[in-house]
Each structure stands twice: as C-alpha cells, then as structure tokens.
C-alpha cells in the first residue's frame, strides 16, 4: 500500500484540479483544518480518470468559503 502525500506548498500556485490529499492541505493552509477524508462527505464533483478521484479545486474552496462564513463564532472568556 502506498501513502500518497500533498504534491502542493503554500508557495505554489493553485492547481485548477487536485486530489483529496493535495486539497484538504490547500483548505488547511486557507481557511480551516480539514482531512482528507472529510472532503468525502461535502458535495463536490469528483471527476475519476484512471480511477483516481480528482476535485476542482475552485468548487471545493467556495464550499469552504461558504462553510466557514456559516459557522458558530464566538469570543473566549478569559479564566483570570
């Protein structure tokens, strides 16, 4: 079994297309933290040449764009 890794740096360009790994380290590196394994569940379209799942990288940063404007927000009291 092989372990793929992000072929993204913070410094790179965006790609237009990605695979999950490569785009749960660009919505981390933007927004939030996130897995791989999430993007599974959001509702994205994939695209699968030779098997491999691919995202547009475009779609899958609106969506968290959008989910991250929709989230709770709140400020920490301090436990002086």
């Known amino acids: 079994m092989t372990f793929k890794t992000a072929h993204w740096e913070p ?5 237009r297309n990605a ?3 490569t785009l749960a380290a660009i919505i981390t590196h ?3 933290p996130i897995s791989h394994r999430t993007l ?3 509702p ?3 695209r699968r ?5 691919v995202y547009d990288v475009q779609e899958a940063m609106e969506f968290a764009e959008k989910k991250l404007a929709a989230s ?7 436990d002086f």
């Open 72 to 78: 709770v927000s709140y400020k920490q009291a301090a």
């Open 11 to 15: 410094e790179l360009p965006l790609p």
């Open 19 to 21: 695979d999950r790994k």
């Open 44 to 46: 994205l379209t994939v």
């Open 40 to 42: 599974q569940t959001w």
């Open 30 to 32: 933007h927004y939030f």
């Open 49 to 53: 040449p030779n098997r491999a799942s």
